[in-house]
């Protein structure tokens, strides 16, 4: 890379988009499908590190990883060497047939991350969306039930079944007829915008009183109900984290009605919460955990992580062609040394730094109404009026675009939220970049 590899910090050299980025929207345009989301036309040629140089030459700070996905940067050489080095002896023979040693051995080092005394087991598929539909069905087998719960504001992928747990954007579901039966959503624990006025360590306990009192006398025995699923920070809802007591008095109802609880960590695991995971900062040990985006710096993998009494379903109950294939694997174990040596600590620091530096935002900027989030996985609310908390996702959008043409590459989440999710390998002065362009950006946005 002939410019981010000498640089640390954005570098602008043309309007933007560029010229070759405006053929390279029109050329996609043409033959890509229209149901992607674009927030702002990037177009990425190269990574390194947290920098991303686009096709003219434009090189910008990445606040986004691929939508968290990319957890040590992008094309780190030790994850780049492992990949080539794999790919040179063996790319694939299909681990639902055959073996490969690479397979239980990742599969051990993962479970050894997850809370919890019982020995487990790991399914491997592609992507977030096939970890929650094998959690799914995992439940299903394991229970005998066929009910789920899951929450509103929540995201667990776009496969038909994911989808019915999926209650974020009515897009997602527009269109596509009945979903699977038997599934329930309850309010998420958020606490910004709590009725009753609760403050993050308290929202919730009236949804909980909600869930046993009615949804358990009303509409599903307990009985019925194979598991109940949650992010412990909520990802695409605005990075909302539940609070500590309402994962454990979760796991409690779940654990009194032998009911499963599901974690799914796709967004907020590995690493990116400075723990392996979001749930071991509320103590919880979840039945059935769902990883996937960081686990692979960027190689399409999942996994459902599962006590091993649990994992116990009989060949071809559930399989993957490419789940776990061996180029995957490698990149995965690369990337577990990384966060080991180095970069959950980093997650943590940096996560620190961050809040420290906009501890004031809601003081400094009138548009600013809540900052939120935990280690590098930070919320950021937009409003019209501190006072009324009015949703204002059109000036959410436009920081977005202007923090782009500012040279950082950040994304909305939930209705009016900003998120930052950075590569766990940022420094502090990249970290002071991304809070200088926000004020600049906070700024410009209110004055209108």
Same mark, same amino acid.
């Given at each position: ?8 910090? /954005? %570098? ?91 397979? /239980? ?38 229970? %005998? ?10 995201? =667990? ?27 329930? =959503? ?26 046993? %009192? ?14 109940? !699923? ?57 039945? !059935? ?66 809040? %420290? ?68 390998? !940022? ?22």
């Amino acid at each position: 890379m002939t410019t981010a590899t000498e640089l640390k910090l /954005p %570098r602008l050299v043309t309007a933007l988009p560029g010229p070759k980025a405006k053929q390279v929207v029109e050329y996609d345009a043409k033959y890509v499908s229209p149901s992607y989301t674009r927030d702002y036309p990037l177009v990425a040629k190269r990574g390194h590190g947290a920098l991303i140089e686009d096709v003219d030459g434009n090189t910008f700070l990445d606040f986004s990883a691929g939508i968290a996905v990319c957890s040590t940067g992008h094309s780190h050489p030790k994850v780049v060497s492992a990949i080539q080095k794999q790919a040179a002896e063996l790319i694939h023979m299909s681990g639902t047939d055959f073996f490969y040693e690479s397979l /239980p051995r990742f599969a051990e080092r993962l479970s050894k991350t997850v809370p919890g005394a019982e020995a487990k087991r790991v399914y491997f598929g592609n992507s977030g969306t096939e970890a929650v539909e094998a959690a799914m069905k995992l439940a299903r087998y394991a229970t %005998r039930r066929d009910k789920f719960i899951a929450f509103y504001g929540c995201f =667990h992928g776009r496969t038909m079944g994911a989808l019915s747990l999926t209650a974020s954007k009515a897009v997602q579901r527009k269109g596509f007829g009945a979903l699977l039966a038997g599934v329930e =959503h309850i309010p998420y624990p958020y606490a910004y915008r709590c009725p009753l006025g609760h403050t993050a360590e308290t929202c919730g306990e009236e949804i909980l009183e909600l869930l046993e %009192r009615d949804l358990f006398k009303r509409l599903f025995d307990p009985e019925d109900v194979a598991g109940i !699923i949650i992010e412990p920070v909520q990802g695409e809802g605005g990075y909302v984290p539940a609070p500590k007591f309402f994962l454990q008095e979760l796991q409690r109802i779940c654990r009194q009605h032998g009911i499963l609880l599901i974690v799914d960590e796709v967004q907020s695991g590995m690493g990116r919460t400075g723990k392996w995971w979001a749930c071991e900062h509320a103590g919880i040990e979840p039945d !059935i955990l769902c990883s996937a985006k960081g686990i692979a710096s960027g190689m399409p993998l999942g996994a459902v992580v599962a006590r091993a009494s649990l994992m116990d379903w009989r060949p071809g109950a559930h399989a993957s062609t490419f789940g776990g294939n061996p180029v995957c694997v490698a990149a995965a174990m690369a990337t577990m040394d990384l966060l080991e040596s180095e970069y959950i600590e980093n997650a943590r620091r940096m996560g620190e730094f961050l809040f %420290r530096r906009a501890a004031d935002w809601t003081q400094k900027f009138r548009i600013v109404g809540d900052v939120r989030g935990r280690g590098l996985m930070i919320g950021v609310e937009i409003v019209h009026d501190q006072r009324t908390k009015e949703k204002a996702p059109e000036l959410r959008n436009k920081i977005v675009q202007l923090a782009f043409q500012k040279g950082l590459l950040i994304l909305g989440a939930g209705d009016t939220s900003v998120r930052l999710s950075p590569p766990l390998l !940022i420094d502090e002065e990249q970290a002071d970049f991304a809070v200088r362009t926000l004020e600049e950006c906070f700024r410009e946005v209110g004055k209108n």
